[in-house]
């Protein structure tokens, strides 16, 4: 698999402030990769340097194999975005909304039936844009973004303004988007959005990437040998390490039948990045 984006040594300043520090990664075509940080870490400032809203100060940003800000005009034909000022116009029909930008992107309209369909708003098209719930204005944002169904599609915050439920309607949307081949690169301050939903992550934090990694891997890394118990007649939870004498111990327990529950202590990847940093998400 070739590496559909590639950084290599980024910095990226602005005048008082250091957006990125050297940072270098790489995604392979196929994945679902999330840049996960607080407000501030330069996710937004890192996302543009990848669709050629700006230039790196040094470093190499390429997407495709070419070199991203020599390359603008094939980069914007060729990867789809939503940001947070992505808009719509709310008094246009769904349908009309697509159709308007079809044409701006010279994308023939038969691809609009096709993605209405795929972002399940094929019933709703004749709906004013406006009166949509927040869940479907967000499908008809990502539909308008894959309109001329780019290879590698670009997520600023997809989900930071919706509700639990909805957030997963969309996480379904691009899971089936990358199932049908698309790339994504998605940033979130949601770990437990990137835990489901991202094959890597990858840890920004003032600039850098502090860590990165499958989340599975991750947690592994940085498990504890601890375990906690909790007993029937206490109900209190008793942290103890993973060690033979722990093992009797539990075993005794649950042949007395007094164990109640019983876990590692393994990280979720909030603990992960708040001992890295100090800093919550
Ligand atoms: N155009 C700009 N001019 C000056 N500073 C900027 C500009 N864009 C971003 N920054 C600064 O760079 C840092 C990273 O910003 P950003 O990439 O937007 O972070 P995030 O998206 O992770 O919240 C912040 O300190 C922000 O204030
Ligand atoms: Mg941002």
């Known amino acids: 698999m070739s590496n559909i984006i590639s950084l290599k040594n980024v910095r990226k300043d602005f005048k008082e402030k250091s957006a990125l520090k050297n940072v270098s990664f790489q995604v392979e075509e196929g994945e679902i990769f999330g840049f996960l940080g607080p407000s501030g870490a330069g996710k937004t400032t890192s996302i543009k340097l990848m669709t050629a809203q700006l230039i790196p100060s040094s470093g190499e940003v390429k997407v495709f194999e070419k070199e991203v800000y020599k390359n603008k005009r094939f980069i914007f034909q060729n990867v789809g975005i939503l940001s947070d000022n992505s808009g719509i116009y709310e008094r246009l029909s769904v349908w009309d909304n697509l159709v308007l930008f079809a044409n701006i ?137 993973n060690s033979t004498e722990t093992g009797s111990k539990i075993k005794t327990w649950m042949e007395q039948g007094k164990l109640l529950s019983i876990h590692s202590m393994e990280p979720n990847l909030e603990n992960i990045f708040l001992n890295l940093t100090g800093r919550e998400l």
């Open 105 to 241: 992107y010279d994308v023939p309209s038969k691809n609009v039936e096709e993605i209405l369909d795929k972002v399940d708003l094929g019933k709703d098209l004749k709906m004013q844009a406006g009166k949509l719930s927040k869940g479907m204005k967000q499908r008809l944002m990502i539909a308008r973004a894959v309109l001329h169904k780019p290879r590698l599609l670009f997520l600023d915050e997809p989900t930071s303004s919706l509700d639990p439920g909805t957030s997963l309607e969309i996480h379904k949307l691009l899971r089936k988007l990358n199932q049908d081949g698309t790339t994504i690169f998605l940033t979130t301050h949601n770990m437990e959005e990137a835990d489901k939903l991202c094959d890597r992550v990858a840890f920004l934090n003032d600039g850098e990437i502090v860590e990165m990694g499958n989340p599975r891997d991750l947690k592994l890394k940085y498990t504890t040998d601890e375990i906690n118990v909790v007993l029937r007649d206490s109900k209190e939870s008793i942290v103890l390490k």
